[in-house]
């Protein structure tokens, strides 16, 4: 079945320091891919998509590129801030025959940015 | 817009009982996804819901059941508790749009502890 494997946290950056986040997928198809955030106490927010390869979905800095050759997805940002300290999730969904689409999540990545 | 609003946020229940959770989605989103969140096992995908018919299953014993209304709101419901239940559980709506992958937003959460 689908999977979703993203790297193990905690991961703490000093202010301005880069990004990056790591997450490949195993699909049976060409799943869209996205990255959503999770603030402490709040439910899921969509940060950016991208829906076919090569495509590059980017939102609030940070950027990632649907790599179909490697199964990646990657989450960058150049320059964090202490705002970005939550916790990040990749995800990918696959249409079954029905049109129903459900979220495949990888474990998550908290993410803590100290000034 | 309002966002998606799940009732009650926090619940306490007894193992053995049961329980009934609700989710208004976002106005004129048609589809209703369910989600259990816990440290050990992540996010997992238990149903989806569209025009009152559920569309697609998650990996979950049948004491988890849900359904939703004519006017697109969503109830989830869980018999005879176990403590494993215990976990946030997530409503997410999207606007279906035919075969494209619409995102799904979020509600911040029912937190569910069973004892």
């Known amino acids: 079945g689908d999977s979703v494997t993203q790297m193990e946290g905690p991961v703490t950056l000093s202010e301005e320091a880069f990004l990056t986040i790591n997450c490949t997928y195993t699909a049976t198809g060409y799943p869209s891919l996205f990255w959503y955030v999770q603030y402490p106490g709040e439910g899921l927010q969509l940060l950016l998509k991208a829906t076919k390869a090569d495509d590059k979905g980017s939102n609030k800095g940070f950027e990632a590129t649907y790599r179909k050759e490697t199964t990646s997805f990657h989450l960058e940002k150049g320059s964090v801030q202490v705002s970005d300290s939550a916790v990040y999730f990749c995800?990918?969904?696959?249409?079954?025959?029905?049109?129903?689409?459900?979220?495949?999540f990888g474990k998550g990545t908290k993410l803590s940015v100290i000034p | 817009k309002a966002g998606v609003t799940q009732t009650p946020r926090y619940l306490i229940k007894t193992r053995g009982q049961q329980v009934t959770l609700s989710c208004s989605p976002i106005s004129g989103h048609r589809s209703v996804s369910w989600y259990q969140q816990t440290p050990g096992q992540g996010l997992q995908f238990l149903f989806e819901?569209?025009?009152?018919?559920?569309?697609n299953k998650g990996n979950f014993p049948g004491r988890f059941s849900g359904r939703q209304f004519s006017n697109s709101r969503s109830e989830m419901n869980v018999s005879t508790l176990e403590l494993g239940d215990s976990a946030l559980y997530l409503c997410?709506?999207?606007?279906?749009?035919?075969?494209?992958?619409?995102?799904?937003?979020f509600g911040n959460g029912t937190r569910l502890t069973v004892t």
């Open positions: 997410a709506s999207s606007q279906y749009k035919g075969q494209g992958a619409s995102p799904l937003h």
């Open positions: 995800a990918l969904s696959e249409g079954s025959g029905a049109g129903s689409y459900q979220l495949t």
């Open positions: 819901y569209f025009s009152e018919t559920q569309r």
